[in-house]
């Protein structure tokens, strides 16, 4: 069983930035790739940036490629995603899981509460 606690987000106007944390406990962090996802109300879950497991290997959407970073610390089993010139269209509520980085797709059924990100315009 693992255990994710998303936190960070909150409403910001377009161009502002915000930092996602995510606290993950239950399992051995440090051995996987970890992810953001993303859930806009009326839309589907979607990939928004992964990390490999050692933090070596970073991968991003297209649509937020020079603006989002995500990076971890493995010694406080945490996740950041780093989001700097956020647009109207970034609003959704935040999600982190184990990554699949191939395909891009969680690796875990259960997810947290997310935290919610608005970008007014």
């Known amino acids: 069983q693992v255990q994710l606690v998303e936190s960070g987000g909150g409403l910001v106007q377009a161009g502002g930035s915000l930092r996602l944390s995510c606290a993950a406990s239950?399992?051995?962090?440090?051995?996987?790739?970890m992810g953001w996802f993303r859930q806009a109300l009326g839309k589907e879950r979607e990939f928004v940036a992964a990390?490999?497991?050692?933090?070596?290997?970073?991968y991003y959407t297209d649509s937020v490629k020079g603006r989002f970073t995500i990076s971890r610390d493995n010694a406080k089993n945490t996740v950041y995603l780093q989001m700097n010139k956020l647009k109207p269209e970034d609003t959704a509520v935040y999600y982190c899981?184990?990554?699949?980085?191939?395909?891009?797709?969680?690796?875990?059924?259960?997810w947290g509460q997310g935290t919610q990100v608005t970008v007014s315009s």
């Open positions: 899981n184990a990554a699949n980085t191939a395909t891009k797709q969680p690796l875990f059924h259960s």
């Open positions: 239950g399992r051995t962090f440090s051995n996987y790739h």
């Open positions: 990390i490999s497991f050692n933090g070596g290997s970073t």
